[in-house]
C-alpha cells in the first residue's frame, strides 16, 4: 500500500471514525488483525477495520463481513483488548508520509492505537506529534539517487515516473500534492485486485502479468475494501487447507503403506512358491541318506533337470521340512496381508473423504455428487487404543469424537482430552462427557460437528428422551475434576457458551458407522 494511497484512505476513513466503539479485537493469522468497530460518525452499524502489516504487499482496509478468527489469541492481541474494549475513538492522527494512523480512544489512560503498515499494531499513552507537511519537489530529480531526499517520491511512484514526459509527471506530482481526486481499481482475469493513487500508464501495466481492466473510484475505502478481499480470500483457502491437512498427511500415509504392503506381497509369494520346491524334493527323497547334508541338490522334473539350493548345515529331510515349513508361512501371511489391504484401503478411502468435507465444511459449500462416501467402519476401528468406557464417532465433517460409557469413561474421556479440544455436557443435570478433538488450537470446528457432538451428548443423558436439549461447551483445558466429589463432577473454568441441540435418536448408529 503505497503512502499516498494510505493518505487518501486515512483522508476517507477518519471522518467516520470519531465516537466508534471498539468491540472486538482478533488476530486470525500471522502479520493480520481485524479490528471490529461499531458505530461512529458514519453511521455504518458494524465494520471491520483489518492490517495486513509487513515489508511486502502492507495493506489497511475497512470490510463490512468478518474473516474466521483464531481461538487463542496471542499475548499482544490480549494486551490490545485489555486497554481497548469497550472504547471509543475520540481522535485520529494521520503520519502518512511514515504510513501510520494514530487512534486515541477514551478511557482513563487515554490510549493510542498506532496502526503501522510495516511494523504491525502497537500501543501507546503518550500523544504522536503532530504531522509535518512533507516537502515537494519543484522538478523531478535527475541524479538517479537524487530521489532519497524527498519522502514523498516512494517506491511505487518511482516506478511510475519513468514512463511519463516530463509534462505529465509534473501534473502528476502537483494532484498527488493535492491530495484528492479518484483513485484507481484494476482487476485482471486471474481475480488479482490492485489499487493504485493514480492511472498507471500502459507501458507500467504491459510489464504485469495478464489483462487489467482499469475502474475509477471516488471512494478509496470502496477500491480499498475490494482489494482486501483477496486478503479474506487467501484466509479462508489458508483455513480450507489447514482443516484437510491432517487427513491428507493420513491419506498420503497410508498410500505409502500399500507400497509397502505390495512389496511384503512379493515376499510372501516367494515363499510360498517354495512348496513347488518342497514337493519335488520329497518325491526324490528316496535317493538321499537320512544323515546327508548337501548345498545343493540337482532334482528331475518335467521341465528338465533343476538345481535346488540347500542350507548345507542341515539334512537334505530338514531342507525338505524347512521348506514346506517356509510355504506355510507364505500362504497364512498372504492371507493376513489380504486382509490388511482391505483395511489400509478403507482407511484411506476414509482419510480422503474426511478431507474433502473439511474442505467443504471451511468452505461453506455442499460435496459434489460424486464426492466419496465415507467406508463403514466400526467403533474399535476409529481408534484402537481406547478404553472400552469410551465410545468413539466420527462427525460428518471427519472429526474424531469420544463419549463416555458411564462415569469412570467420563473421567478416561477427561484424561484422553488435549488442552485445546472442546468439551461438552448438557445443561443443568447428568449426563455424559464428550470431547470433540482437534489437532491444534487454531482449527474451527464447522457448526454441524458442534450440533453432531451435543447430540450425542444429550442422548447419554437425563433429557435423552426430549424433543430438544441444551448443552453447555468449554475449551477442555478450563475443564477440571472436583476432588472429593461424586465421579464425574467437574469444575468449569471458563464457558464457551450454550446451544441448543435437536435429538436424532438414529444419530449414534449414523456416526458409528463412519
Not at 502492507?58 to 469497550?86: C, E, I, T, W, Y
Not at 505390495?262 to 510372501?268: K, M, P, S, V
Not at 510360498?272 to 540337482?298: G, I, M, N, P
Not at 468449554?474 to 477440571?480: D, G, K, N, Q, W
Request: with cysteine; hydrophobic share 40%.
Amino acid at each position: 500500500m503505497d503512502a499516498h494511497l494510505f493518505r487518501r484512505f486515512c483522508s476517507a476513513l477518519i471522518p467516520g471514525l470519531s465516537g466508534a466503539r471498539m468491540e472486538k479485537i482478533h488476530a486470525p493469522a500471522p502479520g493480520l488483525i481485524v479490528f471490529t468497530l461499531y458505530g461512529g460518525r458514519s453511521g455504518d452499524g458494524k465494520r471491520f477495520l483489518t492490517l495486513r502489516s509487513g515489508r511486502s504487499s502492507p495493506l489497511l482496509f475497512v470490510s463490512d463481513h468478518r474473516v474466521p478468527v483464531n481461538a487463542q489469541p496471542p499475548a499482544f492481541v490480549m494486551r490490545l483488548r485489555k486497554h481497548l474494549s469497550g472504547e471509543r475513538v475520540v481522535r485520529a492522527v494521520c503520519h502518512w508520509t511514515a504510513r501510520r494512523l494514530w487512534l486515541g480512544f477514551s478511557g482513563l489512560s487515554q490510549p493510542w492505537l498506532c496502526l503501522d503498515l510495516r511494523e504491525g499494531p502497537s500501543l501507546g499513552f503518550e500523544a504522536p506529534p503532530p504531522p509535518e507537511e512533507p516537502l515537494w519537489p519543484s522538478a523531478l530529480p535527475t541524479d538517479p539517487d537524487g530521489w532519497r531526499g524527498w519522502d514523498v517520491l516512494t517506491p511505487a511512484l518511482r516506478r511510475t515516473l519513468p514512463h511519463l514526459d516530463p509534462l505529465d509527471a509534473a501534473a502528476l506530482l502537483a494532484d498527488l500534492e493535492a491530495g484528492d481526486g479518484d483513485v484507481f481499481l484494476y482487476e485482471n482475469d486471474d481475480g488479482r485486485c490492485e489499487v493504485s493513487a493514480w492511472p498507471l500508464p500502459p507501458a507500467q501495466l504491459e510489464g504485469l502479468k495478464g489483462r487489467w481492466r482499469e475502474t475509477a473510484c471516488a471512494d478509496p475505502l470502496t477500491a480499498l475494501s475490494r482489494a482486501g478481499e483477496q486478503v479474506y480470500g487467501a484466509l479462508s483457502e489458508q483455513a480450507r487447507l489447514a482443516a484437510a491437512r491432517p487427513f491428507s498427511a493420513e491419506a498420503a500415509r497410508l498410500e505409502r503403506l500399500l507400497k509397502k504392503l505390495d512389496a511384503e506381497e512379493q515376499r510372501l509369494s516367494a515363499l510360498r512358491d517354495r512348496q513347488k520346491d518342497a514337493l519335488l524334493l520329497q518325491s526324490q527323497l528316496y535317493r538321499f541318506d537320512a544323515w546327508e547334508k548337501h548345498t545343493h541338490v540337482t532334482l528331475d522334473s518335467p521341465e528338465g533337470p533343476v538345481v535346488l539350493p540347500l542350507d548345507g548345515s542341515r539334512t537334505v529331510r530338514e531342507n525338505m521340512l524347512e521348506l514346506f515349513r517356509q510355504a506355510g508361512r507364505g500362504r497364512r501371511g498372504l492371507e493376513h496381508l489380504a486382509l490388511r489391504r482391505e483395511a489400509v484401503r478403507e482407511e484411506k478411502a476414509r482419510a480422503e473423504a474426511a478431507a474433502l468435507r473439511s474442505l467443504a465444511a471451511v468452505n461453506g459449500t455442499s460435496l459434489p455428487a460424486n464426492a466419496p462416501q465415507l467406508p463403514r467402519q466400526s467403533v474399535k476401528a476409529a481408534d484402537p487404543g481406547l478404553p472400552r468406557q469410551v465410545q468413539a464417532f466420527r462427525s460428518s465433517d471427519g472429526f474424531l469424537i469420544l463419549r463416555g460409557r458411564d462415569s469412570k469413561g467420563n473421567g478416561l474421556v477427561l484424561k484422553l482430552a488435549a488442552p485445546h479440544d472442546y468439551w461438552l455436557h448438557t445443561a443443568d443435570g447428568p449426563g455424559a462427557h464428550v470431547i470433540i478433538r482437534r489437532d491444534h488450537s487454531a482449527q474451527d470446528v464447522p457448526e454441524r460437528t458442534l450440533l453432531e457432538a451435543g447430540a450425542l451428548a444429550a442422548l447419554k443423558s437425563w433429557q435423552k428422551y426430549q424433543e430438544r436439549a441444551e448443552i453447555q461447551y468449554a475449551l477442555a483445558r478450563f475443564i477440571h475434576p472436583m476432588k472429593n466429589a461424586a465421579p464425574g463432577t467437574v469444575r468449569i473454568d471458563r464457558s464457551e457458551g450454550a446451544f441448543r441441540v435437536t435429538l436424532d435418536p438414529d444419530l449414534e448408529q449414523r456416526l458409528e458407522s463412519h
